[in-house]
């Protein structure tokens, strides 16, 4: 399908937004008439500068406040038309988008809003344009779509189409079901906007918190569905009014923009394919390369240097990571507990040494393991996330890889039954055919990594469509200088986790801005254990520091659940932290402290199908680690 | 009255918290649970630092889903109550906050609940405490103080009491009114927030926007009135959910929350004198020199450095403002036009150099003309802002001042019947008796101050009770580049405007970090003339540089207003920009060019008593602003 973007979407001026939109790959672009206000040159100096960028102006918005109005102010709002039409013949663009009145003096009768569409109808032929009425969920007599398709139906003129938006069809929790059987020709237009589930003003959520599809909560498949079925051919193009989208880099935003579509498109896809809709109705939707159906970590990549080398290894080997390897062309060294990897790389002159002087020690790569490295590679290049090649040693593998927001490299690893592995193929591996060191961790439960604020929406569509992970809803984290946004994603086996904390307290606001924080990535890691109070004792033995949970923590834990006491104090004894879902599952947990302000690493262990991270405890380890730093 | 605030209302760690809340001045201070969880040391710890300080911690709080439930699990509840009641008793404080359950599965019987509230009385008899019971604007079942007040009233027991707080009542519409007939000794704690009207979700409303009194939307003067008319006789107690504050600097909140329950008790003392109630109701509340029935700007000055001083005094000139005198013994030049001052500082070694080094071209003071200055500062000092004296020369002029949040000073000046003036006093005049230049402009309209947003309330609270301004509701502007929040502040008969902006886009933010723009101060000044379309060609023939408006704005216009050709013409010629509001009034404003990349001039003619800023044009001019530095 032909993807358009409304240049509010955006931030710049009217010609940044027009280089970036073209930039990301979009073909359209609706013309927000203040970014037009705003743009000291004539529409036709817009259409130019569109033309030859090769983009389409596809559609001129809004004109409000048309119908259900008083004869006088009718014949007002027909003059206040023509001079649209006329900016709208300047800019090249046939299409207008008409938003229901949200006038408190609005005339609530079906028949006399027909009446007056069909006027603007007769005048838009006239003018040789094409009108289209939208539905706002906030419009003071017509606001749903069913209803702005009864008047268009009646008015009954070709000049004179519908237009659907996502937004003000699922924030009132209506069902787009009835769309599909809305002729398509009439559809004069249709625009997109995903949104979390929020439980505000619905005119102040469409405001100020739309977000691009995969970012929010709505179900667009389905509503993009029923626009398919409906026989509709023209533009799906978002609409999003995001305050975070204001202030972001344009380039970057325009690119998700972009990326969203295709995926939703690849959605939608698939759910008219579970409905056997004919192939003829999915042809124009993007098909992208399936995500990888299982994704593991196959390793964890640190950049560091000798120092902080020395520091994490030390750290590695109290928590039982055996030395597993050393790279054959590469001072990169690979340890192993049970199925965690983690590669410690200090390689002068390497991506990771300039990771290293712009992050100090931080995740320079994550190896995804998958069944198919190139066809996973392909679906996230196909997204347009940037491919890498690093420098390779002679027989060593050659790794696809893509570039995730904060620059790190993403992997994606296969191996072929009766090959060298990828860790026989680079490393010199140590006692190869020996047993493997039974410690007590299994594997890396999760990944925490500290993002910008600005950035946590662009990360969740990285994982989102790269990987084809799922996304859980985010949650707010009290810290003592600010609030922690959070929000987590895994693979849909749960194999891989990846939790996103975007600070907002003013030391990581400052650093951001600063550009020592941008990027820095990694927070923590998480290992699963099979018994926390055995693992934890013998680390501490062997000199890894727990972080001190303060006591009053365990005293209010005993009045908010009955816990025996000898699990309690062995949990006070151990630093250990306490969760409990719904479902009795059990999650329990501890902190090492941190090893160089930013990172650190978790023990945990899961009772009964526990699922999530602790979310309830986050606020009182971020306290403990503030009052550390002290 | 006592004074205390919630320590979930500022940011910090717990030690933090209470030795900012002492200093700014509070006598009492609410334990918030989550505070003393994260506080690595007992409640008996944090009752001695409490002690050494000098605080009395008021309340524990809170104590939630305790009513309406199973047996089984008043049980439990019980238990979980006396466990809290031994942390009170550890912490020092005889009362615990005991909110309404908001759990679905509430059982919603008020007799079931008095009996339940019964034992829960006794259970705090037998520890020797009170608990104080409060309806959630969300509760369940209970949700109003009036509801909660019945329960309380039918358990009529000692050691129960009811807990009101002004956000859980206003924030529903409800009136408090039915509070002054609440036994005031059964009244056990009283809470008080703000809050900008929001139209969401009330819990969300409450967990993240409530405000200091003074800074939101809510008549707290009255809910306060009738607290008092209760015969209330305990503190009144901040307890504010504020994303902001929880990421703004401790001591500055703190202090804010302080002085803002002051300018509460004025207002309310105010409220109940009006009511003619009796002498000894209002004998407790704070009582501060009145706020300046009259005020008026006398000057305003700026740091410049001698490269400034000749930029900002030929557009001066340009604009026809007439060097009026030189400071007897400063570098200092006096510009007058009409009845505006404005004063250039170039002394070396004064407070003026020094913020321009700080700030560069900037606005280092205000001097507001009052009735009797030593009283408004006395009230503004009172008011905790921080006294100013500069170094004067023989026979010159003592002005009181204050330093307002950017450390800029306010000046109070006063004249006395046949004394010499300020100016007379201190500067040597121009021609002081000859005939005063007339020129287009009369008078400062309005000051436009560039604020950090995170500074923004504090300015509000500033302007309200150190000078007794009036504020407007808060409007968002776009900008290229992100959004701006602005709020106006006026004099009660609106001859000091000024408007404060606080940008949230990625340029001011960064700045903001990099502390290159915090406190810069000023953004723009407007004069008045009664006839812009007169003075902005002479301007502009003198080479005033007028900043130029894309033509398209006036093509909208053209379709929004019906504006004579002529008119149109005319303000399509001149750059002149257009609003009206609903009752025909109508304003006229043109821009210089910026001087320094964030300094500029307005020009503004208002019409038919137009009272607002031109806010529909904001966007409009930042965008052209955001073009030219392209």
């Known amino acids: 399908m032909q993807r358009s973007i409304a240049t509010v979407s955006i931030s710049g001026t009217l010609v940044e937004k027009l280089s970036a939109i073209r930039a990301a790959g ?48 009718l014949e007002r709002n027909l003059d206040r038309a023509k001079r649209k039409f006329d900016v709208m013949h300047e800019l090249g663009t046939d299409r207008i988008l008409v938003c229901s009145n949200v006038s408190p003096d609005t005339i609530c009768d079906d028949s006399l ?58 924030s009132l929790n209506d069902t787009p079901d009835a769309i599909a059987d809305i002729p398509g020709e009439r559809i004069a237009f249709v625009q997109i906007a995903d949104a979390p589930k929020l439980a505000m003003d619905v005119l102040e959520w469409s405001r100020h918190y739309r977000c691009f599809p995969g970012q929010g909560d709505f179900d667009l498949a389905n509503f993009t569905a029923q626009v398919v079925k409906a026989g509709y051919k023209g533009p799906l193009s978002l609409e999003i009014f995001n305050d975070g989208f204001r202030a972001a880099p344009t380039t970057i935003t325009a690119a998700d923009g972009h990326r969203s579509l295709l995926f939703l498109e690849e959605q939608t896809r698939a759910l008219l394919e579970e409905q056997q809709q004919p192939r003829k109705t999915t042809g124009g939707l993007y098909r992208s390369p399936a995500a990888p159906a299982h994704v593991g970590y196959q390793f964890l990549e640190f950049a560091v240097d000798h120092t902080t080398r020395t520091q994490l290894a030390d750290w590695l080997g109290k928590l039982r990571f055996r030395q597993a390897g050393q790279h054959r062309s590469k001072d990169v060294t690979l340890y192993q507990h049970g199925a965690a990897s983690i590669v410690l790389n200090a390689e002068p002159d390497s991506f990771a040494n300039a990771f290293f002087q712009q992050h100090g020690l931080s995740l320079c790569a994550s190896a995804f393991r998958v069944d198919d490295a190139s066809h996973a590679f392909e679906r996230a290049a196909g997204f347009g996330y940037a491919p890498f090649s690093g420098q390779i040693g002679p027989n060593e593998r050659v790794l696809p890889a893509v570039q995730a927001p904060d620059g790190s490299l993403n992997y994606f690893v296969d191996e072929t039954p009766d090959q060298p592995t990828l860790f026989e193929a680079d490393f010199v591996l140590t006692d190869v055919n020996g047993p493997t060191e039974v410690g007590p961790l299994e594997r890396i439960d999760h990944v925490c990594l500290s993002v910008p604020a600005s950035a946590l929406d662009t990360w969740v569509l990285f994982l989102r469509t790269a990987f084809g992970f799922l996304a859980e809803p985010g949650v707010l984290v009290p810290d003592p200088y600010g609030l922690v946004r959070s929000r987590a994603l895994r693979s849909p086996d749960g194999s891989v986790r990846i939790a996103l904390n975007a ?24 290992f699963s254990t099979g018994d926390i109070f055995s693992a934890l004792p013998e680390f501490v033995a062997d000199g890894v520091p727990i972080l001190r949970i303060p006591r009053n923590y365990y005293d209010d834990l005993a009045a908010r659940y009955a816990l025996s006491d000898t699990l309690l104090e062995a949990m006070r004894a151990n630093n250990i932290l306490y969760d409990r879902d719904e479902r009795g599952g059990e999650f329990f947990h501890a902190y090492t402290e941190q090893l160089d302000q930013r990172f650190f690493l978790e023990i945990v262990e899961r009772r009964g199908g526990y699922d999530g991270y602790g979310a309830a405890n986050a606020a009182v380890r971020l306290a403990a680690q503030a009052q550390r730093r002290k």
Chains 1, 2 share one sequence.
């Open 503 to 526: 600070s907002v307290d003013r030391h990581t606001a400052v650093a951001e801005a600063l550009h020592t924080y941008h990027g820095s990535g990694l927070n923590h890691v998480a």
């Open 26 to 73: 979009f073909e359209g672009v609706e013309i927000f008439e203040n970014d037009l206000l705003y743009f000291d040159g004539s529409p036709a100096d817009v259409r130019r500068i569109a033309d030859d960028l090769g983009l389409k102006i596809m559609l001129f918005q809004p004109f409000r406040d048309f119908d259900g109005v008083s004869p006088e102010r």
């Open 113 to 170: 809003m027909i009446d007056q569409l069909g006027a603007l109808a007769r005048a838009a032929e006239a003018a040789g344009v094409l009108a289209g009425y939208e539905a706002l969920a906030w419009g003071r007599h017509v606001k749903t779509y069913r209803h702005a398709w009864k008047l268009v139906d009646a008015v009954n003129h070709p000049n004179l189409g519908l237009v659907l938006d996502s937004f003000h069809t699922l």
